[in-house]
Nanobody, 114 residues
């Protein structure tokens, strides 16, 4: 069984919203740094949003004000709420958790049409 499993991706039109989920097994997200990364066609993987071990939230400039990362400790699930989606947000999105060891989900496709 995968330790991190993403879901919620899909096809949406520009301006719409989408929420990604990442369910964790054998990892307690409350005690890790959690983050979302994405990889667009022809591009390298990049950080989208992160909650650091110190509780500091970090967002990539292109998504500031539109995306929100959160964590539900009771459910041990992390989320990425994406609003006002743009075609340039199209990518495979990966969830991440780690301290010393680091884990990645398998990715979920988000496609935003014009």
């Amino acid at each position: 069984q995968e330790r991190l499993v993403e879901s919620g991706g899909g096809l949406v039109q520009a301006g719409e919203s989408l929420t990604l989920s990442c369910a964790a097994s054998e990892i307690v997200l409350a005690f890790t740094t959690v983050a979302w990364y994405r990889q667009a066609p022809g591009k390298e993987r990049e950080l989208v949003a992160r909650i650091g071990h110190d509780g500091i939230y970090t967002y990539e400039d292109a998504v500031k004000g539109r995306f929100t990362i959160s964590r539900d400790d009771a459910k041990n699930i992390m989320y990425l709420q994406m609003n006002s989606l743009k075609p340039e947000d199209t990518a495979v999105y990966y969830c991440y958790a780690g301290v010393l060891e680091r884990w990645w989900g398998q990715g979920t496709q988000v496609t935003v049409s014009s």
